[in-house]
């Protein structure tokens, strides 16, 4: 009797934990940002496009840090978790999201020499990554840090709701950070959602942060490559005026 007691009020515990993590909060207000940081600086202030993908990787790069530091949570640890699976499988995203791009897009002009070395730095790789960060890894880690401990963490169906839950969230993050550019506020929705499933694979299965960044930064690097006027893969469109 005296066991079951504890057992139970040891489960009520854990259950208030989980219920009142920071982690949600920080969850919560990544959403918030997703969605303010590109509608202010490109419905708002047009600023230049690469000007743009330099302050929103000072962005990202500032939450995940101020999120890591504030709970604990070991982002070191994390990128040496099944690292191995992790490039591989960021390896076969971003080919199947480089597919994408080349069947849908029509390749258009680009320049040459050092500014298209350049374009494939910063607009493929660096705000690739970015985006992946933002996208994938914050939400993905976050969810599961939130039920890390809990009753659902223990078991293999328990983890599966989790990952159900961490796409999900990853998804509202892909959502409300694309409504932010005007442009996306319409039927092109459908693909950065589309896309997100299958870029968010290699970090939901090891929970290694580096996977969903290189799938990311492949396919805006193919982007860069073949279809540099692209108004889908390179936003934002609005700001272009100003480059």
Same mark, same amino acid.
């Given at each position: 009797?005296?066991?079951?007691?504890? @057992?139970?009020?040891?489960?009520?515990?854990?259950?208030?934990?989980?219920?009142? /993590?920071?982690?949600?909060?920080?969850?919560?207000?990544?959403?918030?940002?997703?969605?303010?940081?590109?509608?202010?600086?490109? @419905?708002?202030?047009?600023?230049?496009? @690469?000007?743009?993908?330099?302050?929103?990787?000072?962005?990202?790069?500032? #939450?995940?840090?101020?999120?890591?530091? /504030? %709970?604990?949570?070991?982002?070191?640890?994390?990128?040496?978790?099944?690292?191995?699976?992790?490039?591989?499988?960021?390896?076969?995203?971003?080919?199947?999201?480089?597919?994408?791009?080349?069947?849908?897009?029509? /390749?258009?002009?680009?320049? @040459?020499? #050092?500014?298209?070395?350049?374009?494939?730095?910063?607009?493929?790789?660096?705000?690739?990554?970015?985006?992946?960060?933002?996208?994938?890894?914050?939400?993905?880690?976050?969810?599961?840090?939130?039920?890390?401990?809990?009753?659902?963490?223990?078991?293999?169906?328990?983890?599966?709701?989790?990952?159900?839950?961490?796409?999900?969230?990853?998804?509202?993050?892909?959502?409300?950070?694309?409504?932010?550019?005007?442009?996306?506020? =319409?039927?092109?929705?459908?693909?950065?959602?589309?896309?997100?499933?299958?870029?968010?694979?290699? %970090?939901?299965?090891?929970?290694?942060?580096?996977?969903?960044?290189?799938?990311?930064?492949?396919?805006?690097?193919?982007?860069?490559?073949?279809?540099?006027?692209?108004?889908?893969?390179?936003?934002?469109?609005? =700001?272009?005026?100003?480059?």
């Amino acid at each position: 009797m005296g066991i079951h007691a504890f @057992d139970s009020r040891g489960e009520r515990r854990s259950v208030a934990r989980f219920a009142l /993590s920071q982690h949600w909060l920080w969850l919560a207000g990544g959403l918030g940002l997703a969605f303010a940081f590109p509608f202010l600086l490109t @419905d708002v202030a047009a600023v230049n496009r @690469d000007v743009f993908y330099g302050l929103y990787a000072v962005m990202v790069i500032a #939450l995940l840090a101020a999120w890591s530091r /504030s %709970t604990g949570y070991d982002l070191v640890a994390a990128a040496k978790r099944h690292w191995i699976a992790a490039l591989l499988l960021g390896i076969a995203a971003g080919g199947l999201l480089a597919a994408t791009v080349l069947r849908t897009e029509d /390749s258009t002009p680009r320049p @040459d020499g #050092l500014e298209l070395a350049a374009a494939v730095a910063w607009r493929g790789i660096v705000y690739g990554m970015t985006d992946g960060l933002l996208l994938s890894v914050f939400p993905i880690l976050v969810v599961f840090a939130a039920f890390a401990g809990t009753r659902l963490d223990r078991r293999f169906a328990g983890k599966a709701a989790i990952g159900a839950i961490a796409l999900a969230a990853s998804l509202a993050m892909t959502a409300v950070y694309h409504a932010g550019y005007s442009d996306f506020r =319409s039927e092109k929705m459908r693909k950065p959602l589309t896309g997100d499933v299958v870029w968010s694979v290699p %970090t939901l299965l090891t929970l290694n942060p580096i996977g969903a960044p290189i799938a990311h930064a492949t396919m805006h690097t193919t982007a860069v490559l073949h279809s540099y006027e692209t108004d889908t893969f390179l936003p934002p469109t609005s =700001s272009r005026r100003h480059e």
